[in-house]
């Protein structure tokens, strides 16, 4: 029999196949029949579009990993346990799109690391999610090679960007947890608009080799699941560190101090505030109550707007067409015959070339920046990284300043709309390099996931796991959404992509 899987996280997933109450061909079954009876268009539902491509092999992967704990072999935690990478981390059994329509047979020798280290701990790559093109666009995430992801709370509303395939399979139970990449907001937005845990770790903590780069100096690498341990197990793997997830208690904040602050968002469009945004801050002053009743010391801030706008600034988005260019020169791979000789030089595949394909979905004004962009390094690049590294130290002085052990803002300002689903404190974590968290802190009169983001001074990833651990046992306001429900135990015939 199929099992049941829907609110099913990779903890409980590799818990229950220690335990033999499942295996993990029953576990890939079950997620492939979801993501067959519910990714593409249903009923009255447009379908999540959230998965690129599954593997053609996940079931023989899964007997295999299934053989081998009968033998007394396990790779490591993950043993057996299906989880989604996002397309522009590289795969070798599997295309990486970025995606790009024009890239959808590209084929990379090598997995990035992050993937690598996954699969050593004995995880099953299910299959590759649906992302904004090249990563760009962080409110929806949209692609030539899938179209527009859906959020699975409210299939009409956007996912955000750019992990937004990944948001919505994991929240759909599509696979026990996620891989998403963040260059500004796009673990957390798409993890707090999805009722999702997205990790982003102190900058270099997890290696980000084999990721196509969208902006080297701010590129991450991290998890997006269903709960906080969940969180913490694939952040040990990702960064090699077991001592990540060791300090999971339901004492972490007593005695922490957690800086807090309000913006007013009143003329965030021309037309005022964005709808919920009330709602949202009621839910996050809520948030941060709760912190206090778990014995932190919540203290108000002066972190502004300025100090963000001038202080906490980005190096980056200068390098954006050198760093894929280097990508694909130093990536061993494969792609479409004639790609590479649609620009020249001719037999070096470029970004160029995937422009002079024809379908990218990116705006015009966007590739034409991105084409017109100067190589690396160069004075204004180099400029723009002393200053953004200038950034990063007066934030670590504002910690220190203010004894802080942690930052709570809200993920979003408001909640997901048609087209629209933001990040408002992206810069704060992606300039400067430290760690960030998204939680679940509730929902919206119209059931929509809020998230509560935690920033914390770089470094101190394990204690920001433990707070946010503590944070979520004591309120627990993740639910699955209602548009996926469980399928029939026995599952629905798998139809390949």
């Not at 599997?94 to 995606?99: C, D, E, K, Q, R």
């Not at 996954?118 to 949209?142: C, I, P, Q, Y």
């Not at 969940?230 to 007593?254: N, Y």
Request: aromatic share 6%; hydrophobic share 45%; glycine share 12%.
């Amino acid at each position: 029999m199929i099992p049941p899987v829907v609110g099913l996280g990779a903890v409980d997933a590799a818990a229950r196949l220690a335990a033999g109450a499942v295996t993990s061909v029953g576990l890939v079954q079950a997620y492939l029949d979801r993501i067959a009876a519910y990714d593409d268009p249903h009923g009255d539902q447009p379908g999540l579009r959230s998965v690129v491509v599954v593997g053609p092999d996940v079931l023989r992967v899964a007997a295999r990993r299934d053989a081998e704990r009968a033998a007394g072999v396990v790779r490591g935690p993950l043993h057996g346990v299906p989880v989604l990478v996002k397309d522009n981390c590289a795969t070798r059994d599997l295309p990486t799109s970025v995606g790009s329509v024009a890239l959808a047979a590209y084929r990379t020798r090598d997995d990035a690391v992050a993937v690598r280290r996954l699969r050593d701990a004995g995880a099953v790559v299910l299959g590759k999610t649906n992302m904004s093109e090249f990563g760009w666009h962080g409110t929806f995430t949209r692609s030539s090679v899938r179209g527009e992801a859906r959020n699975p709370y409210d299939q009409r509303l956007s996912t955000s960007g750019s992990s937004g395939g990944t948001a919505a399979a994991v929240a759909a139970s599509f696979a026990a947890a996620g891989l998403g990449t963040d260059s500004c907001g796009s673990i957390l937005g798409p993890s707090a608009h999805q009722g999702l845990v997205g990790f982003r770790p102190t900058a270099g903590l997890v290696p980000v080799e084999g990721v196509v780069p969208l902006s080297a100096r701010q590129d991450a690498v991290g998890p997006m699941t269903t709960c906080v341990a969940d969180a913490a197990l694939l952040a040990s793997v990702l960064a090699a560190d077991p001592s990540l997830g060791a300090g999971l208690t339901g004492t972490a904040l007593r005695g922490r101090r957690v800086g807090y602050f309000h913006w007013d968002f009143s003329r965030a469009t021309p037309r005022g505030p964005r709808p919920g945004t009330g709602q949202v801050t009621a839910l996050v002053d809520r948030a941060v109550a709760d912190l206090a009743a778990r014995g932190a010391e919540v203290v108000e801030v002066p972190f502004t707007r300025e100090f963000v706008r001038d202080r906490l600034v980005s190096g980056g988005w200068m390098d954006v067409r050198a760093g894929i260019d280097a990508f694909f020169a130093a990536t061993p791979a494969r792609w479409p015959e004639g790609l590479a000789d649609l620009t020249e030089p001719r037999g070096r595949l470029t970004f160029a070339d995937v422009v002079a394909d024809g379908r990218c979905s990116l705006a015009p004004e966007t590739i034409a920046s991105w084409l017109a962009m100067p190589d690396v390094p160069n004075p204004a690049h180099d400029a723009a990284g002393a200053a953004q590294e200038a950034g990063a130290r007066a934030l670590d002085a504002f910690f220190a300043e203010h004894g802080l052990d942690a930052l709570a803002m809200p993920t979003s300002e408001a909640p997901a709309a048609e087209g629209w689903a933001g990040t408002t404190f992206c810069d704060v974590a992606a300039n400067t390099g430290v760690p960030s968290i998204s939680l679940p802190a509730g929902f919206t009169a119209e059931g929509l996931p809020v998230g509560l983001e935690l920033v914390a001074p770089r470094g101190t990833d394990a204690v920001l796991l433990a707070m946010a651990h503590d944070y979520e046992r004591a309120t627990g306001h993740r639910r699955p959404p209602g548009t996926v429900p469980e399928l029939p135990h026995h599952g629905n015939p798998h139809r390949p992509r």
